[in-house]
């Protein structure tokens, strides 16, 4: 199993989460972040935007399935020009995940 976080502009998250959905994808945690990439913030004229808006999407997959739903985040959140800001995705691996009302372990 693997953890897939992507963290997208807000106006992208509904629409990332609407295409991961129709593809098979419904479970999905999604949480309102802060911060910064590379270019350590914006600025606009003498005003300086340390952290910036995004949403964090937080996915659980089958190995398998990643590749699947790293190219849907990547199609749906990029914006027309590709700029700066799109966001991020980051796969980490899960080592056990267990359903609390059940017990039951796995996805």
């Not at 992507?6 to 972040?33: C, N, Q, Y």
Request: net charge neutral; with cysteine.
């Amino acid at each position: 199993m693997l953890l897939v976080r992507a963290i997208v502009r807000p106006e992208k998250a509904g629409l990332v989460m609407s295409e991961i959905a129709a593809a098979g994808f419904p479970a999905v945690t999604k949480m309102d972040v802060y911060g910064r990439g590379k270019q350590k913030g914006i600025s606009v004229g003498e005003v300086h935007y340390d952290e910036i808006p995004k949403e964090m999407l937080l996915m659980v997959c089958e190995d398998e399935d990643k590749d699947d739903l790293v190219k849907i985040i990547l199609r749906v959140a990029k914006t027309g020009t590709g700029t700066f800001g799109d966001g991020r995705i980051f796969v980490s691996p899960v080592e056990s995940a267990y359903t609390i009302s059940t017990g039951k372990a796995g996805l």
